[in-house]
């Protein structure tokens, strides 16, 4: 069965702090891996990752997939409150994306 | 460019009740996915139509069902509703739903469903 696992399930820091937050996954016709940042209703799209080893930047947020050991990092660098969300991590299979639980991230002032 | 939309926003439904709930894409985007979202469980698959036709389905009861308009509108129906059937349920567009572009899906705010 199609699975994606997040970690850590939770996490709190101060502003400036740099975190790692970690996806794995078992997803049959791999295609790609997206990262969301989910912090009221609507996730909001990240990143879209589907080479191994390239890493993709945006401002403070970098993430990278290797596709043989089957797991993606997103980073935070000095971290802001307004980074405070749930950040999603799924996979695409055919037809439908497989969602981790998420990883809640609190970043205290 | 206007979002993904859904209607309604909230809704407190019974249960044994029914309840339909709509999702219209972004304009030219022919694929609508549903995702239910609890707490314990993050962001399942529903079902994912294009051009009107089911192309995938997650492992949920028949209960829950859907489809799709001409006009790429969708719409859910979730039947004998069930305490557990509460939950924030989340519809997203795309062009194809496969390898979309760089921005993968685009997802609307919301259905907060509460069934009491």
């Known amino acids: 069965e199609d699975k994606v696992v997040q970690s850590p399930l939770s996490l709190v820091v101060h502003e400036g702090d740099t975190v790692t937050l970690n996806c794995s996954y078992e997803?049959?016709?791999?295609?790609?891996l997206l990262w969301y940042k989910q912090e009221k209703k609507a996730p909001t799209f990240l990143f879209m990752l589907t080479s191994s080893g390239i890493e993709k930047k945006s401002g403070r947020l970098s993430s990278i997939l290797d596709k043989k050991e089957l797991f993606s990092i997103l980073n935070i660098t000095a971290t802001q409150t307004g980074d405070s969300a749930v950040y999603l991590c799924a996979v695409e299979g055919t037809y439908k994306y497989i969602f981790g639980t998420g990883t809640r991230l609190k970043v205290l002032a | 460019k206007a979002g993904v939309t859904q209607t309604p926003r909230y809704l407190i439904k019974t249960r044994g009740q029914q309840v339909t709930l709509s999702c219209s894409p972004i304009s030219g985007h022919r694929s609508v996915s549903w995702y239910q979202q609890t707490p314990g469980q993050g962001l399942q698959f529903l079902f994912e139509?294009?051009?009107?036709?089911?192309?995938n389905k997650g492992n949920f009861p028949g209960r829950f069902s859907g489809r799709q308009f001409s006009n790429s509108r969708s719409e859910m129906n979730v039947s004998t509703l069930e305490l557990g059937d509460s939950a924030l349920y989340l519809c997203a567009s795309s062009s194809s739903g496969q390898r979309t572009s760089n921005y993968g899906y685009t997802f609307g705010s919301g259905t907060r469903l509460t069934v009491v």
């Open positions: 139509y294009f051009s009107e036709t089911q192309r």
């Open positions: 997803v049959t016709n791999f295609r790609s």
